[in-house]
């Protein structure tokens, strides 16, 4: 059975840092894609990056510079690195894998993802 298991939020101040984490098990981080999505109150979920399994990435035009994905497969663990947090980046964050052996471009929304985790809470405060 596959988990994905977040860690790491917390509530800040604008400018802050924080690093999330996601341990997987029953899953390899190496068989497909992997991304971090959020929800803020009462929006859509959004994807904020996303690793290839060549490690190759993409980001969110909106964390873009701010925040890096990435991920240890030995230890089996998505990590997203969130730097000069602002208020707006207060969301509920996800991770989510995607098992594929096509291209991790085709995934983009959260319903394309076949494993999600139970999400963390990031607050940013003025």
């Known amino acids: 059975q596959v988990q994905l298991v977040e860690s790491g939020g917390g509530s800040v101040q604008t400018g802050g840092s924080l690093r999330l984490s996601c341990a997987a098990s029953?899953?390899?981080?190496?068989?497909?894609?992997m991304a971090w999505f959020r929800q803020g109150s009462g929006q859509e979920y959004v994807r904020v990056a996303r690793?290839?399994?060549?490690?190759?990435?993409s980001y969110a035009d909106s964390v873009m510079g701010r925040f890096t994905i990435s991920k240890d497969n030995a230890k089996n663990t998505l990590y997203l690195q969130m730097n000069r947090l602002k208020p707006e980046d207060t969301a509920m964050y996800y991770c989510?894998?995607?098992?594929?052996?096509?291209?991790?471009?085709?995934?983009?929304?959260?319903?394309?993802?076949?494993?999600r985790g139970q999400g963390t809470q990031v607050t940013v405060s003025s």
């Open positions: 690793i290839n399994r060549d490690g190759s990435t």
């Open positions: 989510a894998a995607r098992s594929t052996s096509a291209s991790c471009s085709f995934y983009s929304a959260w319903s394309s993802y076949n494993y």
């Open positions: 029953g899953y390899s981080l190496s068989s497909g894609c």
